[in-house]
C-alpha cells in the first residue's frame, strides 16, 4: 500500500506538490470516482488511477540521458524573456524529462534528464559527489584552500548569486577533492569535488574571496562521466551506470522504508503511553467517590506503609522519559574524502 500522492509521483513525471495540487483540483480518480485526499492509500499493483484521464501504470523502468549543456542556456520549460532554454535544443521525444538539478546561463557541462521524478529527487538530494571544472580571477589562495577542506558559513552570501535571488546565508560543506590545474597570478583553474547543488554555490563560495568564477562547466555526477561527449548533444547511460544508479536507488527506498516504520512505531508508542497516564489519573479520581467508611480503614494506614505503595507509581511515570531522550537526528557528516587528486588527472 501506499499514499496516493507518492504513488503518483513515483510512476509518472509528477512531482510530490504537483500531485497534491492535482488531487486537490479534482483531476485525479480512484477506480473512476474522484479523490480529493492526498493520503488515501491504494495498492500498487491492482490500483486504478487516472489523473486528468491518463492512467498512471505502475512500472520501474526509467530512463536517464546525458546532456552536454552549452553556456547561454536556460534549465528550464519557459522563460519570461524568452531566452533558450535546455528545451528548445533538446529532441521533443525529451520534453517530458525532467532536470536533475540546475546548471545557471552561463555554466556547462554534464546535466542529468530523467522521465521518472522518483530518479530526479534522489539524485538531487543526495550527497553524491559532482565534480567541476572552474577558473576563476587571481591566485588560489590559502584561506581558500582551507575553507575547502573544513567548509565555510556565510552571513552574506549574496556575492556572486543572481541578482534576483532571496538565498542570503549559506553553508558550505567541506569539498569532497580539489587540484589546483593552474596558477598564474591572474587567473587560476581548479577540479574540485562537492556533494551539495545548492544555488550558485561555487561562484558564490568564490565570490566571498573576491574571486570572480568565470568559467564553469560540470564534468560529473555520482560516476556519470561527460568524457567526449560534444556540446548540445545528448547520450543514453551504459549498462554499468544504469546498474550502479539501481543499487543506489534501492539503498534510498530501503532506508525511506526502514525511516517510515520507526516513524510508525513511535506513534505506536506514544499512542501506548497516553493511555497509561489516563488510566493513572483514573484510578485516583473513583476513589474521591468513595463513602465515608471504605475511606477510613484507607486513613488508619501509617504513613510508612503509604510510601512503599507511591514509589512504584513514581517509578512508572518517568519510565517513558529515557525512551524519549534517546531519540536523536543524525546529522551529515562529510565523508572523509577530502584530498588534493594525488596522482588523478
Not at 565555510?152 to 590545474?181: C, I, K, R
Not at 574571486?211 to 555526477?221: C, G, N, Q, T, Y
Not at 479520581?285 to 468513595?290: D, E, F, G, N, S
Not at 519510565?319 to 577530502?338: L, V
Request: hydrophobic residues 30%.
Amino acid at each position: 500500500m501506499m499514499r496516493l500522492n507518492k504513488f503518483i509521483a513515483h510512476y509518472s513525471t509528477y512531482s510530490r506538490r504537483e500531485a497534491d495540487q492535482a488531487i486537490l483540483d479534482g483531476y485525479v480518480r480512484i477506480d473512476g470516482e474522484i479523490e480529493k485526499n492526498p493520503a488515501v492509500q491504494v495498492d500498487e499493483r491492482h490500483a486504478n488511477v487516472t489523473v486528468s484521464g491518463n492512467k498512471i501504470v505502475p512500472n520501474d523502468q526509467f530512463t536517464v540521458i546525458v546532456y552536454n549543456k552549452p553556456r547561454g542556456e536556460l534549465v528550464t520549460k519557459k522563460d519570461p524573456q524568452n531566452r533558450k532554454t535546455i528545451y528548445d535544443s533538446l529532441s521533443k521525444n525529451y520534453r517530458h524529462f525532467i532536470p536533475v538539478g540546475r546548471l545557471d546561463y552561463a555554466s556547462e557541462g554534464l546535466l542529468l534528464l530523467t522521465d521518472a521524478s522518483r530518479v530526479a529527487t534522489a539524485l538531487m538530494t543526495s550527497k553524491m559527489e559532482r565534480v567541476y571544472r572552474i577558473k576563476i580571477k587571481g591566485p588560489v589562495t590559502e584561506a581558500m584552500k582551507v575553507a575547502m577542506g573544513e567548509g565555510l558559513e556565510l552571513d552574506d552570501a549574496s556575492a556572486g548569486a543572481h541578482e534576483l535571488s532571496t538565498t542570503e546565508s549559506m553553508n558550505f560543506a567541506p569539498f569532497y577533492a580539489y587540484q589546483v590545474q593552474k596558477d598564474q597570478g591572474d587567473y587560476s583553474i581548479l577540479k574540485v569535488a562537492i556533494g551539495e547543488g545548492q544555488n550558485r554555490e561555487l561562484r558564490r563560495f568564490f565570490a566571498h574571496f573576491n574571486a570572480e568564477v568565470v568559467d564553469l562547466k560540470r564534468l560529473s555526477f555520482g560516476g556519470i562521466e561527460l568524457n567526449n561527449l560534444p556540446t548540445g548533444k545528448v547520450r543514453f547511460l551504459e549498462r554499468n551506470e544504469y546498474t550502479s544508479l539501481r543499487s543506489f536507488l534501492d539503498g534510498v527506498e530501503k532506508a525511506a522504508s526502514i525511516k517510515e516504520k520507526q516513524k510508525r512505531n513511535e506513534k505506536l508508542q506514544e499512542g501506548e503511553r497516553k493511555p497509561e497516564k489516563k488510566f493513572s489519573k483514573g484510578e485516583y479520581a473513583p476513589a474521591k467517590k468513595l463513602s465515608d467508611s471504605e475511606r477510613k480503614p484507607e486513613k488508619k494506614f501509617s504513613k510508612e506503609k503509604s510510601k512503599p505503595e507511591r514509589k512504584p507509581s513514581t517509578k512508572e511515570k518517568t519510565k517513558p522519559k529515557p525512551e524519549q531522550d534517546s531519540f536523536s537526528t543524525n546529522k551529515y557528516k562529510p565523508e572523509k574524502k577530502f584530498g588534493k587528486w594525488e596522482g588523478k588527472k
